[in-house]
């Protein structure tokens, strides 16, 4: 059974910090994504991660993963309270279509 | 990138009824997923739906509660049958659009008093 384990679940932090948050992931897999939820709203797609040494950078945000690892990390550089949200990684199952979502990680970034 | 329209964004049922939600896809795709999100919680996967076939559902999950229906390549429906208040909860859809990985409805807030 695949299980998707996020640490922090909850981050606090200043504006204009960098901050790292951790998937870990118990089985093999090809695909890794991350999602930001805002509160009361749906999940917004922020990186498709496809392959080994996969690294994606959009704005303040730095998603890369290591297969061997099973890990995946999401950077967070120069923090503002824009991104204030929760964020998700979803792992997908080997020879499925299925994706399993982590617990999640509530970052506040304190102004 | 693909839009996936999703309906109602929220009701409050009483318990022991039945609510549909429906999803629109703007593109055609050959999976979709249903989800749940209870407050506070990670998403859950209830089922996939192809088009043409029954539903596969997760453990814990079973066709009788949660029938599911997919007529077509661009629409699904999700009923949450006989409903109590464990079934609050956010509902989500989503498909998947090649390398552009999963893309999710606005998602349905349930509440059941």
């Known amino acids: 059974e695949l299980k998707v384990e996020q640490n922090p679940l909850f981050l606090s932090m200043q504006e204009g910090k960098n901050y790292t948050i951790y998937c870990n992931y118990s089985t093999t897999s090809d695909r890794l994504y991350w999602y930001r939820q805002d509160p009361g709203k749906s999940l917004e797609s922020l990186f498709v991660?496809?392959?080994?040494?996969a690294v994606k950078q959009e704005g303040r945000l730095m998603a890369s993963l290591d297969t061997k690892a099973r890990l995946s990390t999401l950077h967070i550089t120069a923090a503002v309270h824009d991104l204030s949200a929760t964020y998700f990684c979803?792992?997908?199952?080997?020879?499925?279509?299925?994706?399993?979502f982590g617990t999640g990680t509530r970052l506040k970034v304190l102004a | 990138s693909a839009v996936i329209s999703q309906k109602p964004s929220r009701d409050i049922c009483q318990r022991g009824t039945s609510l549909t939600i429906q999803c629109q896809v703007d593109s055609q795709v050959t999976m979709m997923f249903w989800y749940r999100q209870q407050p506070g919680q990670s998403l859950t996967l209830i089922a996939t739906a192809n088009q043409g076939s029954e539903a596969t559902y997760e453990s814990g999950f079973v066709i009788d509660k949660f029938p599911i229906s997919r007529p077509n390549l661009t629409f699904s429906t999700l009923t949450v049958s006989n409903m109590s208040p464990e079934d609050s909860s956010i509902y989500l859809c989503?498909?998947?659009?090649?390398?552009?990985?999963?893309?999710f409805g606005s998602g349905t807030r349930l509440t059941v008093v």
């Open positions: 979803a792992v997908g199952l080997t020879g499925t279509y299925k994706y399993i």
């Open positions: 991660l496809l392959s080994n040494g």
């Open positions: 989503s498909a998947l659009f090649g390398d552009y990985g999963y893309t």
